[in-house]
Structures are given as structure tokens and as C-alpha cells.
């Protein structure tokens, strides 16, 4: 069964910085594309930044400059570093892997359970 596992939110100061990981259990045939995507109270979830296969990257608005998207293929992982954070970016951060388990399957997504970002002083 396919797990994902996010680790490295917490508590920081405007102004400050917090790596993200992600990391799956199990294993999966292809994995076409891994973002980051975040949840504010009362707000629906919103997609922050996205990586897929060769290395592309594409930011939501509200981040660009200050956040990072990065993936180790090796290890199927994924961070996400996140600098210049305010206070608008408290959310609980998830992270998605887009694949397939088996070479027959088709594509699904995969979803993490959530780490905790708050941003305040």
C-alpha cells in the first residue's frame, strides 16, 4: 500500500524558514508529477508548487521567489523550502504524488496527511 509521509512543518517567525519532506512507503511504478499543496482555515485547498518528470517547476503566484520545489528521483522524495514566510502562509501542507502503482494502472493521486505551518510571532 502507498503511503506518503510529510515531515518538517512547525512553528516560525515572519520572516523565517521551514524546509518541508515528503517521502512514499510501498512502491510505485511511475510517478508523473509531486507538489505541494496547502490548506487554510476555512479556505479550500490551493495548489503551492509542482515538479514533474525533467524537472519543471511551476509556483502558485503567492510564492514565487519564495519557495522552492525540489525532488530527489533517487528516493522518490520531495521537498519543498519555504523562506520569507508570513503570516498568510499558515496552512496544513500536503503533498501529492501523481502515478501509477503498477504499469497497468492508471494515473491516481496520492495524498499525504498533512503537517502544520504557523507563522506568527
Known amino acids: 500500500q502507498v503511503q506518503l509521509v510529510e515531515s518538517g512543518g512547525g512553528l516560525v517567525q515572519p520572516g523565517g524558514s521551514l524546509r518541508l519532506s515528503c517521502a512514499v512507503s510501498?512502491?510505485?511504478?511511475?510517478?508523473?508529477?509531486m507538489s505541494w499543496y496547502r490548506q487554510a482555515p476555512g479556505k479550500e485547498r490551493e495548489l503551492v508548487a509542482v515538479?514533474?518528470?525533467?524537472?519543471?517547476?511551476e509556483y502558485a503566484h503567492f510564492v514565487k521567489g519564495r519557495f522552492t520545489i525540489s525532488r530527489d528521483n533517487t528516493k522518490n522524495t520531495v521537498d519543498l523550502q519555504m523562506n520569507s514566510l508570513q503570516p498568510e502562509d499558515t496552512a496544513v501542507y500536503f503533498c501529492?504524488?501523481?502515478?501509477?502503482?503498477?504499469?497497468?494502472?492508471?494515473?491516481?493521486?496520492?495524498w499525504g496527511q498533512g503537517t502544520q505551518v504557523t507563522v506568527s510571532s
Open positions: 510501498g512502491s510505485l511504478y511511475r510517478i508523473n508529477a
Open positions: 515538479i514533474i518528470n525533467g524537472g519543471t517547476t
Open positions: 501529492n504524488y501523481r502515478g501509477q502503482e503498477h504499469w497497468y494502472s492508471l494515473k491516481y493521486d496520492y
